[in-house]
């Protein structure tokens, strides 16, 4: 059963969601948000604005404009920190808000050659390293 917007952690931008992520900017039909855990340097959700829930119950020129928003943050990511490979993902099973995940792997980095760790709680970083990181992440959008 869907997750209804009254209880979606997006919808509501409450607690956990400002435990979890750092609100980076607005895109045309998202928000991008800097995941606090960092074991992938520069991972990011670009998060649906409106609470849909699955891709395909977006009309064309929705799921056009969100993918253009996706695109546009792994640009600016790949741009920024120079990943071998970006990896994306799409789950909400549990919380059931349209997102994309934006993960840069590194060779030699944590988890390369493999599917990416939701949360693998191995690297926080100080307020002024986010600072830094959503800083070169906006200064490429």
Not at 44 to 55: G, P
Not at 81 to 105: E, R
Request: net charge negative; with cysteine; hydrophobic share 40%.
């Amino acid at each position: 059963m869907p997750t209804p917007a009254s209880e979606c952690l997006y919808c509501q931008e409450n607690k956990t969601l400002h435990s979890l992520m750092i609100k980076i900017c607005d895109l045309e039909v998202s928000q991008l948000f800097l995941f606090k855990e960092q074991s992938y340097l520069g991972r990011c959700n670009v998060v649906y604005k409106d609470h849909a829930v699955e891709f395909h119950e977006l009309n064309e020129e929705q799921r056009n404009a969100f993918m253009g928003d996706v695109a546009k943050a792994a640009k600016a990511i790949a741009t920024a920190f120079n990943p071998a490979k970006i990896n994306y993902g799409a789950y909400a099973d549990t919380l059931s808000h349209l997102h994309m995940h934006i993960v840069p792997k590194y060779k030699d980095g944590y988890g390369f050659g493999s599917v990416f760790e939701m949360n693998p709680q191995k690297i926080y970083l100080s307020d002024a390293e986010y600072a830094a990181v959503t800083e070169k992440i906006k200064a490429k959008l």
